[in-house]
């Protein structure tokens, strides 16, 4: 074959416009096609981004090709699948909100239409934190438009709309209702599950993500390749208690699963699953109107190791918090040598044992 007949050659395709040369060799020889194997599933997310681009296209919503920009624009930044429910959600009520006030096109939003919008969501009793992801979902989609398309004007993210938020305590279980949470839980897979979350702080959907082999049972340690919150990776070790308990489960459970804690198939055990367990659990121990939950048991891991002179800042790489200041919080909590200092200074005043000349920090 000639130079000038290479380029009506396809290699790809070898029956279609065969060169002169070719073509009696091709009669007498059969052609293997190289079969074409299923195209490749999409991931969770990519469904989940596609039901919700579906679900916007069939509305009649202010500007739903921007916010299908948006929500493509925060799928590439690799966020969650629950991170771009939430997100469609806020615009959608934020623009059905919008539009119903008569307005008609984007350019017309200022902040005024935002505080509205706020006010809205408190005549409607959301919660401060559910007012503040949707804000902060809002001013992230508006910051998009204006580096993107210029649409609005940047003066709409100057002086942003804050709410205070209330700064509660974590809540940790009494020492005395722990003895009685344990004291009941008999079903080897109910133990491990609960005194993982117990003994490791783990946050719940970190544990129900935990495969077998994420488990160092030589070194009672379990390895978190991807923080369920903070998609930041970190180990963390599990007591004597916990070891036994875990055991006791691998003892019993399917070798066959990889999930540490399956559901039905190959599934992990669902949240609601979990939660339903320790509902059950607190109901024997005669618990069930305390207010306890499930991430309880994360509160009372920080609390009680706090109350054990653990640093902080050893506190806060087990716990997979990005900010000192987030487990600061338990300080407030458990601070023992406090406690210890004000009985201390209180028996001295109920003895008279103080007086005006007492030193104190200002």
């Known amino acids: 074959m000639n130079q000038d007949q290479f380029p009506t050659f396809n290699p790809n395709n070898p029956l ?14 059969a052609i293997f096609v190289q079969p074409v194997g299923p195209a490749a599933k999409s991931s969770v997310r990519q469904q989940v981004l596609d039901r919700i681009i579906d679900k916007i296209r069939e509305q009649d919503l202010l ?5 299908e920009q948006y929500l493509r624009y ?31 096109v984007l350019e017309q939003l200022s902040r005024e239409d935002i505080e509205a919008f706020v006010e809205d969501m408190q005549d409607r009793s959301l919660k401060p934190t559910t007012i503040c992801i949707r804000l902060r979902n809002v001013y992230g989609f508006l910051r998009f438009l204006i580096l993107e398309y210029t649409v609005l004007s940047w003066e709409l993210m100057e002086r942003k709309i804050k709410l205070q938020l209330p700064d509660r305590l974590p809540r940790a279980i009494d020492a005395q209702h722990i003895e009685q949470l344990l004291a009941v839980i008999d079903k080897p897979r109910d133990r491990a599950l609960i005194l993982l979350l117990l003994r490791t702080g783990m946050r719940i959907g970190e544990l129900l993500n935990c495969k077998v082999h994420d488990v160092d049972l030589a070194e009672q340690k379990v390895l978190i390749y991807q923080s369920d919150k903070t998609c930041v990776g970190r180990a963390v070790y599990y007591s004597d208690d916990a070891h036994q308990a875990l055991l006791g489960w691998l003892r019993v ?7 540490l804690f399956y559901g039905w198939g190959a599934n992990p055990l669902s949240y609601e ?4 367990i320790f509902q059950k659990c607190l109901q024997k121990s005669g618990l069930q109107h305390n207010g306890y939950t499930l991430h309880c048991l994360r509160h009372t891991f920080a609390t009680d190791l706090l109350n054990a002179k653990m640093p902080l800042e050893c506190l806060r790489v087990l716990l997979g918090h990005s900010n000192l200041e987030i487990t600061r919080r338990y300080a407030r909590l458990s601070d ?19 007086n005006e000349n007492d030193q104190c920090d200002s």
């Not at 065969?18 to 060799?25: A, M, V, Y």
């Not at 459970?253 to 999930?259: G, V």
């Not at 699953?273 to 339903?276: E, G, L």
């Open 253 to 259: 459970r399917d070798p066959l699963k990889q999930q």
């Open 336 to 354: 023992k040598t406090r406690e210890e200092e004000y009985f201390r200074a209180m028996q001295r005043i109920l003895k008279g044992e103080s």
């Open 16 to 29: 279609a416009s065969p060169s002169p040369d070719l073509q009696p060799h091709l009669e007498n020889t």
């Open 74 to 104: 925060k799928y590439r930044r690799n966020c969650k699948a629950n991170t771009l429910k939430i997100a469609a959600t806020s615009l959608v009520q934020f623009l059905s909100f919008f539009a119903s006030k008569g307005n008609i």
């Open 63 to 67: 500007a739903k090709d921007y916010v």
């Open 273 to 276: 699953a979990a939660r339903s």
